[in-house]
């Protein structure tokens, strides 16, 4: 890393190992010498959503721990009756792989967003929308599920009331993500079949241009909302 | 000692990303109301703040009639007086300084000082400001709501904010405040990532981190702090409002109202509590750093020398910020917590007052023979000393449980943080205002009408809550209505509240003066040219004053030095402005 030469030329006289690493840090102009403007914005915000998200789960875990009612037991209540059997956890298996997939999908996009192939970036994202769409549709399902079984924000039939307000709140906040995410894709995915990132077409509210860039910053937002799902089914489904 | 390269062997790197194209306003619409211009931005910010700040300003008469005149005023009952409490405190804490020290200074000062054109993101930047002021508006909404207000106390605890006992609670007041909390995070969060971006990736070429000036980290950490103490109070809010609309109990247990029982039950309101303080501890630091910042440049400036200890300053901003997630709970020792996280929070609690001990030490340093001008930002700056160390001397006591327990919810609560976070910070934003005036509207403020309304704010507050101290370990509650015929308190106690009342009646006339001041001066001010103050940050250096749209001219400022060159021995004046090269004699060196 010392051997490294500076943007203007000259040889970097820049300290080497955990200095460096400060120096690099506290330098002028950009702390973070590869994050653009759009990409560090994101990161912070993930950063406060994540707080959000923390503390959503925190007071979950809190209200399961000290309600004076029994919690009801999860493996029971997302179980779907198929074939004349109770599968336990099956709807939720199939919204996590549906879910994570569409990470995957997103992950092409970036990919061939950076080579510049705006038509297959514009269907991979459209993909991830379909898929975050699903996503969304099952949710949509299994609430009505509970809901036809009795399960209300104030009441259940099956213990602590608080049991219906957590997962309504939590899911239906995340779920309220995916469905930004959504629309946000498909936004996304129109400039770039249009071609608005090749011509560096400008933000009709920001006099921007117009950057593939775009595309990796809704990634890093899609991402992240796989993974906060991953610790709601942990932390819903599974304990 | 680290030595700051200064610009020598051409260690000024060229630009690493391409200068910005900002916005072109299409209409007067675009240049004047919904402008992306930062400067624009937060002089709005500003007015919008200072005018909900003058309701709260008129609630605290009303409060103080009628604590020394009780039953004087026919209009003013109980459940108005909770009310008046209510928005008084939520009013000035978060619409007012908040918004005021971030939204309005933030937005003016961070791009001018670190060498930007703007926030990195103008639009984004532009709907914080609207969001923020249908926060605004919602929340005024509630005076004219049937019902009124909330009276739930600033705190809001439920299960009593959402029970028909507490005006409000069963009415519109609760909705309404709990919604314009929601809003003003989502307005600020988008305002707050534009400031954190702008100081992390936006700074000019030789702006280090190691080169900002104090007001630059002060609002900087100040605005990371509340990025993540704000989903705590979201989280709460939007809790508290299923509760209160969808009958969920995640605060309320199994309760009783009114010989009713309610459907509620099995909810802990003591998690409100740790969700309300995780973020209304940060939240007394969120106004406290911005004003530590801003008050070091005032010193170091208009006492014409170095700030002592820069390194240490920018550290004890960056502790107290780090540290203040882990006190909370000294708001709670009363609450019925186990008490052995009592001595955790009391342990924490007093650590911080080590960095901040540093900070008060550095500032009388910096003052201790330097050339002080008695200036009007400098005489703020020197009462904002003198009454934090007030209030935080009072904080050492309310931070150790046993202290506490007998004076918690008495007057000297009220006394503490008014001293702490209401008047030190207040005086903070009337010397930045006074420092800064010039540089927005290029007129010097009045000098005597300043003078006027600084010794009258300034020995009044101290009139007004030095003696509540006093009432406090009396044993006089806080939030109290009236006091009634109670044995512990003498007559005395009684001519000590008018006297109290007397003087809030004077402060408050006094701000007249200050507001009158601004307008008066905005048209009759003497010319105040680019750099009243002789001062060496970048904001002084831009080629217009007040700065055009864009803030410099064709080429961005070049830093070469920290921004505490003064009176530097063998200079040919007694400052040096940041963008001046560096020439043999001095090149210096930050002491560590
Ligand atoms: C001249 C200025 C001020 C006066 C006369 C004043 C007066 C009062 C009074 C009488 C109370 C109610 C005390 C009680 O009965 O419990 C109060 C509460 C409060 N004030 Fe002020 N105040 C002033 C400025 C400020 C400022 C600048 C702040 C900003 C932090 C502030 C924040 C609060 C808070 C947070 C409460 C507590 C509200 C509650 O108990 O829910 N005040 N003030
Ligand atoms: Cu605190």
């Not at chain 2, 500003?46 to 020394?68: D, N, Y």
């Not at chain 2, 702090?225 to 705590?232: K, S």
């Not at chain 2, 009363?334 to 540093?358: C, E, H, Q, R």
Request: aromatic share 16%.
């Amino acid at each position: 890393m010392a051997q490294t030469t500076g943007t203007h030329g000259e040889p970097d006289l820049r300290p080497a190992g955990l200095r460096g690493v400060a120096a690099d840090f506290s330098s002028d102009q950009r702390a973070f010498k590869t994050a653009s403007w759009g990409k560090a914005m994101m990161w912070i915000f993930l950063l406060s959503d994540t707080f959000v998200f923390g503390c959503f789960l925190i007071a979950y875990m809190t209200a399961r721990m000290s309600t004076p009612v029994a919690w009801p037991n999860p493996s029971e209540v997302f179980a779907l009756h198929i074939g004349g059997q109770d599968v336990p956890l099956i709807l939720i298996a199939i919204m996590t792989f549906v879910l994570i997939s569409s990470s995957g999908t997103m992950a092409m996009a970036v990919n061939f967003g950076y080579r510049r192939e705006r038509h297959r970036t514009a269907m991979l994202m459209l993909l991830t929308a379909l898929l975050g769409a699903c996503f969304v549709g099952m949710q949509a399902f299994e609430w009505t599920k509970l809901i036809t079984e009795g399960v209300r924000p104030w009441e259940n039939p099956w213990g602590a009331a608080q049991f219906g307000s957590t997962f309504f709140m939590i899911t239906g906040f995340h779920g309220t993500h995916v469905t930004i995410g959504v629309i946000f894709l498909l936004i996304v995915a129109r400039k770039v079949w249009r071609g608005d990132f090749d011509e560096e077409r400008r933000g009709f509210f920001t006099s921007r241009r117009g950057r593939y860039e775009a595309v990796e910053i809704m990634g890093l937002y899609w991402h992240f909302v796989d993974l906060v799902w991953v610790f709601i089914f942990a932390f819903f489904y599974l304990w | 000692m680290v030595e700051i390269p200064s610009g020598s062997a051409g260690a000024i790197p060229s630009a690493e990303v391409e200068d910005v194209e900002l916005y072109h306003p299409k209409s007067w619409w675009t240049k004047y109301v919904f402008s992306q211009d930062a400067k624009i931005i937060a002089v709005q910010y500003s007015v919008t703040a200072i005018s909900i700040g003058l309701v709260a300003l008129v609630l605290s008469w009303l409060m103080r009639l009628q604590l020394a005149f009780p039953g004087y005023f026919a209009f003013i009952d109980a459940d108005h007086y909770y009310q008046f409490i209510t928005m008084h405190g939520m009013i000035m804490v978060i619409y007012l300084l908040t918004a005021l020290f971030l939204g309005g200074f933030g937005n003016y000062l961070i791009p001018l000082m670190v060498g930007a054109r703007d926030m990195v993101f103008p639009y984004a930047n532009m709907l914080s400001y609207w969001i923020y002021l249908l926060a605004v508006l919602i929340l005024a909404a509630g005076f004219f709501a049937p019902g009124g207000p909330t009276g739930a106390g600033w705190t809001l605890y439920p299960p009593q904010a959402v029970l028909s006992g507490t005006p409000g609670g069963k009415d519109w007041g609760i909705l309404l405040m709990l919604s314009s909390l929601i809003v003003f995070i989502i307005g600020f969060t988008l305002g707050g990532l534009n400031y954190v971006v702008t100081v992390l990736q936006g700074r000019a070429r030789g702006m280090t981190l190691m080169r900002m000036p104090l007001t630059v980290w002060g609002i900087f950490t100040a605005t990371v702090m509340a990025l993540l103490a704000f989903p705590a109070l979201f989280v709460a809010c939007v809790m508290m409002l299923f509760d209160r609309l969808l009958g969920t109990s995640f605060f309320m247990p199994a309760i009783v109202e009114m010989g009713e029982q309610l459907q509620h039950g099995g909810g802990s309101p003591i998690l409100f509590q740790h969700l309300f303080w995780f973020f209304g501890h940060p939240e007394v630091y969120i106004v406290a750093l911005p004003a530590f910042g801003i008050v070091s440049d005032l010193i170091s400036t208009h006492a014409r020398k170095n700030i002592f200890g820069y390194r240490m300053m920018v550290w004890a901003i960056v502790i107290i910020g780090a540290l203040s997630f882990i006190v909370w709970a000294h708001h709670m020792y009363v609450s019925g917590m186990n008490p052995a996280f009592g001595f955790f929070f009391a342990t924490t609690t007093l650590i911080i007052a080590i960095p901040t001990a540093i900070k008060v030490y550095n500032w009388v340093l910096t003052l201790w023979r330097g050339d002080i001008h008695l200036t009007l930002p400098m005489l703020f700056a020197l009462a904002f000393i003198v009454t934090f160390v007030n209030g935080g001397l009072t904080g050492l006591f309310l931070g150790n449980v046993v202290v506490d327990v007998p004076l918690s919810d008495t007057m000297f609560v009220v006394a503490h943080f008014h001293m702490v976070m209401g008047v030190a910070p207040i005086l903070v934003i009337f010397g930045a205002i006074c420092h800064w005036y010039p540089k927005v509207t290029g007129r010097m403020l009045n000098e005597t009408l300043g003078q006027i309304h600084f010794w009258t704010t300034f020995l009044g507050t101290y009139a007004i809550f030095f003696p509540m101290h006093y009432l406090g370990l009396l044993g006089v509650p806080r939030r109290y209505f009236e006091m009634g015929e109670t044995a512990f308190v003498p007559p005395s106690a009684h001519t000590l509240n008018i006297f109290i009342t007397v003087m809030a009646l004077i402060v408050g006339a006094a701000q007249m003066v200050f507001l009158f001041n601004l307008v008066w001066s905005l048209f009759r001010g003497r010319e105040a040219g680019g750099n009243p103050w002789r001062a060496t940050t970048l904001e002084w250096q831009t080629p217009q004053t007040p700065p055009a749209h864009g803030n410099w001219g064709k080429e961005l400022p070049v830093v070469y030095r920290w921004a505490y060159d003064y009176s530097v021995p063998g200079a040919a004046e007694d400052f040096i402005p940041q963008t001046v090269p560096a020439d043999g004699g001095v090149t210096r060196e930050v002491p560590a």
